[in-house]
């Protein structure tokens, strides 16, 4: 028997093996993760938005998020806000567009403000597990309670359904929500309000804040995501993100960003006459120090150290700083946040030092390199296991998490379980994770996406994605399924022993059991964790499940 038959039959038993080792789990687990059912209080109102169309379910059109004649009609956004007697006039508010880290930031930035005791109202998407986290409201930053957005839906329903007959039934579903949030803080008397842009930011549905309403703006990255949808080109998408700058209104830079880009958001700020901070400023002397444990929770020992002689010239010294929220690209956000509190008190808002402080380190967002607790851990059948949850989908946010791995896990054995939605860079991702730390295996799993399977890219396709990104890497794989029992051991299949990443696909808790499964069989004395990563709607399933 020739060299090439030999290997040939290894590699079949090899699967054969590797498909007992962990299938029976998928007949087990196949329907073991479904979208989270909201509160039945909810239900006229989530009727009600899931009869309006939503593009987080069916995609975005080519251009939708242009200044041009292909956007969004903001000027239907504008009428049912009048409807609704103008409530975002009632606060001031702080606009955060970007194509990452807008999320992060209005984390950090709510948080401080909340810390300095003021009434706030924060505004986000998506959510995670309840679409009732979009709206944060009060001293405490809770989710708006099912009661009061029920009550609330009621009391506006009449001038909402008006709203969506004049407009022939072309209002959103995001669109309706937004008016919907606004008009609560308005009625809870917010003093000041965090709003995300949903897309890019020019005819976005939140772009409808006049500039004596706004405080300051916040464009945090921009970066190749919803390109058709925002123009085709980085140029396009910084041109529509700074479509949020408002006359006189500063404007905050998160970044680094390349100097093309820089210039367009100048620019835009320039001709609006409002003065510009970067958080990238050469004064930002900010740097990560390291990492501790507080109350078994890991966080980042940093240092925020700020002096920007520009414009608004913001300064702060913040030592010791112990975010909770990981990685270089999240000191980036909270410093962001950071340079954004410091404009607001040239504004005559009052944020000390101490609250700065508490706020970045009280800020937690779900998702974001998230750690389960071992109890957790323990409801996914995974006990004693290390499982991160990451909402990462772009390449630019793949290479954030690499390198947060990198840094807090340097010695880990690692493996991914990736499920992402089918508009995204799979390869570009998986080119960004291939190479992280002491890689063992890539399982590739499907969710559905904003409750809808439209969007979702399916496992074979996405593990095609990996396999290309070995190939250009040069790097070994071994392409197998996720099948049918545990009986046996991957020590019996040979896999132990194997140099090679595994590739594999298969239900969401059958891949998360067999990660883990590989890992302690893998990893002997060396540390393992497993990262469930490829969007927030994996992180939704799985915080779904445990929370089911």
């Keep these: 028997m020739n060299n090439l038959s030999i290997l040939c039959r290894l590699t079949r038993s090899i699967q054969r093996n590797m498909l007992c080792s962990v299938a029976g789990l998928v007949h087990n687990t196949r329907h073991a993760f479904s979208t989270l059912r909201e509160d039945p209080e909810l239900d006229e109102m989530m009727e009600f938005l899931d009869s309006l169309k939503n593009f987080e379910k069916s995609g975005v059109p080519k251009g939708a998020g242009t200044d041009s004649e292909d956007g969004f009609d903001l000027g239907r956004m504008r009428r049912l806000m009048g409807l609704m007697g103008n409530p975002q006039s009632r606060f001031k508010t702080v606009h955060i567009a970007g194509t990452k880290g807008k999320g992060s930031t209005a984390a950090f930035l709510s948080s401080i403000l909340r810390a300095e005791g003021y009434s706030v109202g924060c505004y986000t998407s998506p959510h995670i597990q309840t679409i009732r986290e979009r709206i944060t409201l009060g001293k405490w930053g809770e989710p708006v309670s099912a009661k009061a957005l029920n009550h609330h839906f009621n009391t506006r329903r009449e001038v909402i359904e008006r709203a969506v007959k004049l407009e022939n ?41 006049s500039g004596p309403d706004l405080a300051i703006s916040i464009i945090t990255t921009v970066g190749e995501e919803h390109l058709d949808a925002l123009g085709g080109s980085l140029e396009s998408i910084a041109v529509a993100k700074s479509g949020i700058v408002k006359n006189g209104r500063p404007l905050v830079i998160g970044g680094p960003l390349v100097p093309s880009i820089e210039y367009i958001l100048r620019r835009k700020a320039s001709s609006m006459s409002s003065p ?29 150290v700020l002096q920007i002689e520009k414009d608004y010239d913001p300064s702060i010294e913040l030592l010791g700083v112990k975010l909770r929220m990981l990685g270089a690209h999240q000191l980036q956000n909270a410093v962001t946040a950071t340079c954004a509190a410091l404009c607001l008190n040239k504004q005559g808002w009052s944020l000390s030092s101490g609250a700065i402080r508490t706020g970045l380190e009280s800020a937690f967002l779900q998702g974001r390199t998230q750690i389960l607790s071992s109890e957790e851990a323990n409801l996914l059948g995974v006990s004693g296991a290390t499982v991160l949850l990451d909402g ?154 445990l929370h089911s």
Aim: glycine share 8%; aromatic share 4%; charged share 20%.
């Design 392 to 545: 990462a989908h772009t390449k630019e946010s793949a290479r954030a998490l690499e390198n947060t791995l990198q840094m807090t896990f340097p010695k880990a054995k690692m493996v991914l379980v990736v499920a992402m939605a089918n508009d995204k860079d799979h390869l570009g991702f998986a080119r960004e994770l291939i190479s992280v730390g002491d890689l063992d295996a890539v399982f590739s799993t499907e969710v559905d996406i904003a409750g809808a399977k439209s969007r979702m890219a399916s496992a074979s396709l996405l593990k095609c994605a990996w396999v290309n990104a070995s190939r250009e890497m040069n790097m070994k794989v071994l392409d197998l399924k996720v099948a049918e029992s545990e009986d046996q051991s991957l020590q019996a299949a040979g896999i132990v022993k194997s140099q090679s990443i595994l590739l594999a696909e298969g239900s969401l808790l059958a891949c998360i059991r067999a990660g883990v499964k590989i890992l302690n069989e893998r990893a002997g004395e060396q540390p393992g964790i497993l990262v469930v990563t490829g969007s927030l709607h994996i992180v939704s399933a799985v915080l779904g499940y």
């Design 169 to 209: 039934g072309c209002l959103s579903h995001f669109e309706v929500f937004t008016a919907i949030a606004f008009s609560l803080f308005a009625e809870e008397n917010t003093e000041i309000a965090v709003v995300e842009a949903g897309l890019g930011g020019a005819r976005d549905a939140t772009n409808v804040i």
């Design 276 to 304: 510009v901070v970067s958080a990238s400023d050469p004064g930002n002397r900010s740097a990560l120090k390291g990492f501790c444990e507080v109350t078994g929770i890991p966080r980042q020992l940093c240092d925020i």
